[in-house]
């Protein structure tokens, strides 16, 4: 029996009942500073642990300082937390959190309670795309992301942060900014938004590419962005390595990757039929499946045939309901009126995301059966590979 002393690290997500009938359970990370084993001293520690904890009473949220005693459990060699507590009671709160820990948990507050407004499916996405809290999606809205391809746009990603960031440019760009100052000004813009969106592994990954363009912007040199997404992965893998095992930094990586160096290729060979723009679109989904199918296929997943036409379809309702959906926990705390009708817009683009999703969900060859493991991924790799050098093959 161990007493844990730290901070939670994350917001608390809900875990099915192992069996039914069992009570309901949360998973909470909490970095920790102090620990105690049975009746002894309580001794310096610094290390993240998981802690399940029954879901009995209200849970300390993100910067929450916690006490937790519980079972340790050890946990697999290579994983990230320490130790598995299974802690005897409700994980609550000694101690709030620090102001900006506030800031940021009022903030999302505010996007779930304007959700509720809404309704349906729109309000079960909006907190996912204006914040990263995904927890009210339905499991059956949740499948439907899934097959279709469109998950990565229920929560904060790279391209939620890339168009944060390009808004911000442009705004100070318009107001004749001097160019260092707007660079600072986006560097404040992605802090605030990491710190509002917690720092999941695709915005972490986007911050950073962005702290090397505007580190290019200070120094006078233009980004490129390959080396970008290069030294963005070498800094992050310095600092926390176990992110090299994650999946979600994993399929980041890989999308952008696709998206810097095949999309453009894939661009300059279409443009002459299909004009730039509409070139672009097209590209940007085909390279990204294309580069991360094989990594589904390694945790279970199938082939989908729809993915790139639900991106597609999707694509226009994107940029609205990240823009409306953060002006919305913008505006909250000081207009909720104003607030709320940003909330119901925001929900109407959210609302099509949802539709596109259930629609081609449905249809015929929406999760193809695959080779499993690692056979499986090599093999829809070469076939990838073989479809790509056809896309670009010149008569």
Sequence with gaps: MVTVDGRVAGDPSPLPAPWPGAPARLRVVVAVDALAVGDGPAVRAAAPVVVLAPAGAPPAGQGDRVRVTGRAVPTAAGEDAAALVLAGGPVLSSAGPAALDRWSQRLRDGVRRQAGGVGGDAGA???????????????????A???????HLTAVSGAHFSTVAGLVLALAGAARVPARARAAVALVAGAALLLVVHPVPSVVRAAAMGAVGVLGMLVGRPSRAPAALAAAVVVLLVADPWRARDLGTALSVTATAAV???????????????????????????????????????????AGLWAVPANLLAAPAVVPATVLGLL?????PVAPGVAAVCA????????????????????????????????????????????????????
């Design 125 to 143: 996405l909006l907190p996912g795309v204006a914040v990263g809290s995904t927890a009210g999606v339905p499991d059956d809205l949740r499948a």
């Design 260 to 302: 810097v160096l095949l999309a453009p290729a894939l661009v300059r060979r279409w443009e002459g039929r299909l004009g730039r723009a509409a070139a672009t679109a097209l590209a940007v989904p085909v390279a990204a499946q294309l580069a991360c199918g094989p990594l589904v296929v390694v945790v279970g997943g199938g």
């Design 328 to 332: 919305t926990a913008l505006l909250d």
């Design 344 to 395: 119901h817009v925001a929900g109407a683009a959210c609302w099509w995301v949802a539709a596109v999703a259930r629609t081609l969900a449905g249809l015929p060859g929406a999760d193809v059966p695959w080779v499993p493991g690692t056979a499986g991924a090599v093999l829809l790799a070469a076939a990838g590979a073989g479809l790509a050098g056809l896309l670009l093959r010149r008569r």
């Design 145 to 151: 992301l899934r097959t279709s391809g469109l998950t």
